[in-house]
């Protein structure tokens, strides 16, 4: 572990104060050390961790227009957090591959970096699976100690929201979060490839016109109409367009 070579690890330093006086004053590094500890209880994936706004590019050949407003609402929304947010989140909205999490992330992290927040990464799909199995009685886990740290983070990116196939219990699982969240005035930053449309407008009738035939979900259809109406009050929206970028600019190869 390296030593601070300004306080040689002591953690104080000695400055001379507005009346001339030489007093002691924490380190710089003390404020750095608990901004990784924030950084680490955020539990962003390791794939996620360099997703910073200043790496986010929406100037990429053949970029849609729609990528640099939602950077742009990005780094409005951190520069007014907390007191002109008041308590509102992020809906980032679009398909696959547009970097919703990068930007997601992005504000998680510079959040609490510059303003100090503690926050936490959710993955939807995750979380669920990981509720359901806390009811094993060989699990030594409860649903409430999993929901606990979603309900209190000052700020939850809740990644991939509707991921989940929907039933009863996973509409009163959302409807559980949101509300709790909903009503603390906390700050929920949300990701989903599901169009922030009611239940059922995925629906089209046939070559016939005769009977309606299901052609793409919605996210009312994925977390029930309340909940998506409840998040129209909670966030605000950022609508992402164009082709996946991992198709194109970060498709993977060797050498």
């Known amino acids: 572990m390296s030593v601070c070579p300004t306080c040689d690890g002591l953690g104080l330093v000695r400055v001379l104060n507005s009346e001339g006086r030489w007093v002691s004053r924490p380190c710089q590094c003390q404020e750095l050390e608990r901004e990784q500890r924030r ?4 539990r962003v994936p390791s ?3 360099d997703c910073t706004l200043d790496a986010f590019d929406p100037n990429y050949n053949g970029a849609d227009e729609s990528l640099k407003t939602a950077l742009l609402t990005a780094r409005n929304f951190v520069d007014n957090y907390p007191v002109d947010t008041a308590g509102k989140g992020l809906l980032f909205v679009g398909t696959s591959g547009l970097g919703k999490t990068h930007l997601a992330v992005g504000v998680l992290q510079r959040l609490i970096r510059e303003r100090g927040a503690r926050g936490l990464f959710s993955d939807y799909r995750e979380l669920l699976k990981n509720i359901q199995n806390s009811y094993n009685p060989q699990v030594n886990t409860t649903e409430l100690e999993l929901l ?3 309900f209190k983070a000052e700020v939850l990116v809740l990644d991939d929201l509707g991921a989940q196939k929907p039933n009863e219990w ?3 699982t959302v409807a559980l979060i949101l509300n709790t969240r909903y009503n603390d005035r906390l700050t929920t930053i949300i990701t989903t490839n599901y169009a922030d449309l009611p239940a059922g407008s995925g629906l089209a009738t046939d070559r016939d016109g005769i009977k309606p035939s299901r052609y793409e979900d919605t996210l009312g259809d994925r977390i029930g109409d309340r909940m ?3 998040l129209a009050e909670m966030c605000i929206r950022v609508e992402m367009k164009g082709g996946d970028i991992r198709q194109s600019v970060k498709r993977a ?3």
């Not at 950084?39 to 955020?42: G, N």
């Open 47 to 49: 794939r996620y961790r």
């Open 253 to 255: 190869r060797f050498g």
């Open 39 to 42: 950084l680490a209880a955020a």
């Open 148 to 150: 606990k740290p979603v």
């Open 170 to 172: 996973v509409w009163d």
């Open 228 to 230: 998506r109406s409840r």
